[in-house]
């Protein structure tokens, strides 16, 4: 069978090389050109008929591949699978870490997939090592990835290796990776935005107090604690960690860590605070235990349940945007 039957590239065409390949396989199996048990044209002969490197026919190959449309025997070649091209999407998820509002996003972006895709979920729990070595078994074996690059930077020639519109990326807004879709948080503007929001609350309180271990933690949301405090000319500090600090009446404290949350809410019942009244605490990241513990934290948090529809809606519709979901404060009794 001509070759050129078979696969059709446009090099003036937008749509990526290796998808047009895909798509020609896809074709051709549509116009019965190519059935159940037929060999295609070699990884080499494509290459060498398109100028193409091998990296993007295996990208192509290894899509097939994992949708079940092309097997590889071993010396002899890629043969047509099977002739079935309507493709169970199959997804995978890299997070950084397990924790209560990762599982917020997980089940909401499973519950509005609502059986359209077979979704693995992964962390790498902040190791680049492991990172890398997940994205890199991931590569050919599925159809979307959803990637949480977390503090890690110059990421973008590891997720080169991915087909590049299929790949979306979560929670943060990376330079090096503005050609991938994303559902972001800007975490500066959100905590100042959420400052002023509740503004008219903190207004009672004569320190704020920010505790941001760094690390993990995104810097940026400093700069926003920074920004508000003196615009509005607060009295506050920024520390690392509640060890050695000595909370008094008239501060209210921001508080990344939960281990942190518990040990302040302990403080403040030993030295008698009530909470909310002489003395505040806001916590980040909202939970339902947060919704009772010590009769309400308030939180400044973003909707995870929303970040995991607009994700699930990008798989599905592949869609292209880079959308920020905003961040809010959540008010209770702990302000």
């Not at 359209?116 to 997940?134: C, D, P, Q």
């Not at 290796?161 to 299929?166: F, G, S, T, V």
């Not at 916590?283 to 349940?305: C, P, Q, R």
């Amino acid at each position: 069978m001509p070759r050129r039957r078979v696969i059709a590239i446009n090099s003036k065409s937008s749509v990526p090389k290796y998808r047009q390949i895909i798509d020609s396989v896809q074709k051709a199996i549509e116009k019965r050109h190519l059935k159940k048990g037929d060999k295609v044209p070699s990884i080499n002969q494509i290459c060498s008929e398109f100028n193409l490197s091998r990296d993007t026919v295996m990208f192509a190959f290894n899509e097939l591949k994992s949708k079940g449309i092309l097997k590889s025997q071993p010396g002899k070649g890629y043969y047509i699978a099977s002739t079935e091209i309507k493709v169970e999407e199959r997804v995978f998820v890299l997070f950084d870490e397990l924790n209560a509002f990762k599982e917020d996003l997980y089940n909401s972006l499973i519950n509005s997939l609502k059986g359209k895709a077979t979704v693995e979920v992964y962390f790498h729990h902040f190791n680049y090592k492991v990172f890398k070595s997940l994205v890199t078994e991931s590569i050919g074996n599925y159809t979307s990835y959803l990637i949480m690059p977390a503090t890690f930077d110059n990421t973008s020639h590891l997720l080169s290796k991915l087909p590049q519109d299929r790949v979306y990326i979560i929670d943060r807004l990376k330079p090096e990776l503005s050609k991938y879709p994303v559902v972001y948080q800007d975490f500066e503007q959100d905590f100042y935005d959420a400052l002023v929001e509740g503004k008219e609350m903190i207004a009672k309180y004569r320190k704020l107090v920010f505790v941001n271990p760094g690390g993990k933690e995104p810097a940026e949301r400093s700069e926003g604690f920074r920004r508000f405090c003196k615009e509005n000319n607060f009295k506050y500090e920024i520390v690392k960690s509640i060890t050695g600090v000595k909370p008094a009446l008239w501060e209210a404290y921001f508080l990344i860590s939960d281990r942190d949350l518990v040990e302040m809410v302990k403080i403040a019942k030993y030295c008698k605070f009530k909470l909310g009244k002489k003395f505040g605490i806001v916590s980040f990241n909202d939970t339902m235990l947060k919704e009772v513990v010590a009769g309400g934290i308030t939180t400044i948090s973003t909707d995870f349940t929303e970040m995991g529809k607009m994700l699930a809606n990008m798989v599905v519709t592949r869609d292209k945007s880079q959308v920020r979901n905003k961040a809010r404060m959540i008010v209770r009794n702990s302000l």
